[in-house]
């Protein structure tokens, strides 16, 4: 297997998504097959090949840097499954 | 009123301009095929009746005093990938819950602007990350499609295709006239395809991004399915526009496509490429291929065989770019600021709870492939490996517009299949999109067409694809096949009225998502 337990754990962990172990047993072979699917890309030739960064060649447009948005307050925390006074409420990081 | 459902946008609008129809009548009769039929197909994932009949009454007022906009009183589907104000927005995930966004996408709210009514929102594969409609949240939907056997419709059901298979199945059984879709390796056209629709993803940068629950950033673009070529040029029209929102969006005009359709295709110069007959390729799937190529000929176009000789690495190298960037994007969803929330001993613990519980096996095996091609000391052989194939791939493209025009070539492999069949395989599943995503990875514009039925009764779609920001040819080709293959519905309409009792079975559905 190209991915073994322990990567599985180590990517979910990185990825911060609890698994099951028989999760992780599935995902060995799953992700396994995966990356042994994709290594055909190792037989093309891209020595000399810049990495693809957009269709057409167009400058990104900067703006001027000014507030422009902003007191909505309300609107950001609107969705948010625990809120107080405007803050999100997450458990404690602190000691 | 299943008469007025039938209409194409085209003729729905001569009908609302004339008055002979009123946009409040024709809204109606959507709104109660949907009832009837969503039971049944599952395409709607929060139908919005009352949205609805009240844009049809502005419509109304603004037909009456001649203030009608281009789709003034137009009911459209929207997928529910795209935001919108007030109206749940769940990208058919559990983890964005009851989302209700505060603002709507620009691709919206240009149809809004443009006199358009909103049905409701369409069901789609969860984050738009699957070929057949299988992985949505809210469970799967049902081709209005059916096998014929031995002469008589086959009771087992098809997949609509996907991600868009809201989309496209809602087109498909008239439950409205055209609706928005999303597509990042294939997921306006593979749908379009396998349900006698058609369907365009326009070039990378056309339509503005903002305010679709993103997926893969440099891949994702969004485009309508309709039944008709036309109509697919009018609402292209209508939902393209340079947005500074968006920074990838491309500041250039917007043709009318509907006027580019009565152009004609004499002397255009039709690609077809010899990769592109894979081995296994079915006889059916390569009889369509030679028809359509017979119908550019007839119409006056000429063929020429290309090259794409990176065409097979297409596939592999989707299959890193895009995860990589979902990874990235989903990050975003950690029971913080909004959505899901499953609480844990700490902060770590509360994001692998909510992310375990709210994320589908389809969306965390991507996330999962993602973040192992995007860890220390992988980023170079995967993602910049990948990135750089497209580049290749990009330039075999680019080589082919020196002699030809558009480049034309089955949409699928195959024709609709049932439900369950692919899922226990990723890469047979992966597989659907083997045709369509090389034009992600290139970002050029690439439409379906649909150009006949399978053995089993089903249909099949043609491709084109174009060159940048030429969609005006590719609507002109595919009205030549259009023209030529004729259209193709559902003969029999079994779902109508089937489940009108159990009519609001969506919105309970919905509203029993884990909390």
Redesign the interface.
């Known amino acids: 297997m190209r991915?073994d337990e322990t990567?599985?754990r180590r990517?979910?962990r990185?990825?911060?998504?609890?698994?099951s172990d028989q999760e992780a047993k599935g995902?060995e072979a799953?992700?396994s097959?995966?990356?042994n699917?994709?290594?055909?890309?190792d037989?093309?030739d891209?020595a000399n090949?810049?990495?693809?960064?957009?269709?057409?060649p167009?400058e990104?447009?900067k703006?001027v840097d000014t507030i422009t948005d902003g007191e909505?307050a309300d609107?950001v925390?609107?969705?948010?499954?625990?809120v107080e006074d405007h803050y999100?409420v997450?458990?404690?990081?602190v000691e | 009123m299943t008469e007025l459902t039938k209409l194409t946008i085209a003729e729905a609008r001569d009908k609302v301009r004339k008055r002979e129809i009123s946009a409040t009548e024709l809204t109606r009769a959507f709104v109660d095929a949907i009832e009837g039929a969503n039971a049944s197909l599952n395409a709607y994932v929060l139908p919005t009746p009352e949205l609805a009949l009240a844009q049809a009454q502005e419509s109304d007022k603004r037909l009456k005093s001649g203030d009608a906009r281009p789709l003034e009183g137009l009911p459209l589907g929207n997928k529910d990938l795209f935001c919108t104000t007030g109206v749940r927005t769940t990208a058919c995930s559990k983890i964005l819950d009851d989302f209700t966004p505060t603002y709507e996408s620009t691709v919206g709210a240009n149809l809004w602007n443009a006199g358009a009514v909103m049905l409701g929102k369409l069901n789609c594969d969860e984050f738009a990350m699957g070929s057949s409609n299988e992985t949505s949240a809210f469970g799967p939907v049902v081709s209005p499609w059916r096998r014929l056997r031995d002469g008589k419709l086959a009771a087992d059901k098809l997949v609509p295709g996907g991600s868009s298979g809201g989309s496209s199945a809602a087109v498909a059984a008239d439950l409205c006239l055209a609706a928005t879709a999303t597509d990042t390796g294939g997921s306006i056209r593979q749908p379009a395809a396998l349900t006698g629709t058609v369907g365009i993803k326009p070039t990378y940068g056309r339509c503005s991004r903002w305010g679709i629950v993103a997926f893969a950033s440099s891949l994702d673009q969004a485009g309508p399915i309709a039944k008709t070529v036309r109509d697919a040029a009018i609402m292209l029209r209508a939902m393209a526009s340079h947005d500074p929102k968006d920074s990838t969006s491309v500041e250039t005009p917007v043709p009318d496509y509907e006027a580019a359709l009565g152009q004609g295709i004499k002397g255009l110069r039709v690609g077809v490429p010899k990769e592109y007959r894979v081995e296994g390729m079915s006889k059916e799937i390569d009889k369509l291929w030679q028809d359509g190529i017979a119908w550019l000929k007839a119409a006056g176009a000429s063929i020429h065989e290309i090259s794409l000789p990176h065409t097979r690495y297409a596939l592999p190298a989707y299959y890193i770019v895009a995860p990589a960037e979902a990874s990235s994007n989903l990050a975003r969803y950690d029971g913080v600021r909004y959505g899901l929330r499953v609480p844990g001993k700490d902060l770590i613990d509360t994001y692998e709870n909510t992310r375990a519980a709210g994320f589908g096996k389809e969306v965390r095996r991507r996330i999962l492939i993602g973040t192992y091609v995007l860890s220390a000391g992988y980023y170079d052989a995967y993602y910049l490996k990948a990135q750089k194939v497209r580049t290749l791939i990009k330039r075999d493209f680019d080589e082919a517009w020196k002699s030809v025009d558009v480049v034309l070539t089955p949409t699928t492999p195959s024709p609709a299949f049932g439900f369950g069949e692919k899922t226990g395989d990723p890469i047979a599943m992966y597989l659907e999109d083997i045709f369509t995503v090389t034009v992600n990875m290139a970002g050029l514009p690439g439409i379906s067409v649909p150009a006949g039925l399978s053995g089993e009764g089903t249909p099949l779609g043609l491709q084109l694809i174009g060159k940048p920001f030429d969609e005006a040819t590719l609507f002109r080709a595919a009205q030549a096949i259009e023209d030529a293959a004729g259209r193709f519905t559902v003969a029999e309409r079994w779902w109508e009225g089937a489940g009108a009792a159990k009519s609001t079975g969506t919105k309970r559905a919905a509203g029993s998502k884990a909390k």
């Open positions: 991915v990567t599985v990517i979910a990185l990825a911060r998504i609890k698994i995902l799953e992700l097959g995966i990356l699917w994709v290594e055909q890309l037989q093309v891209t090949v810049e990495p693809m960064t957009r269709v057409v167009i990104l447009k703006r909505i609107d925390v609107k969705n948010a499954p625990l999100f997450v458990p404690k990081v």
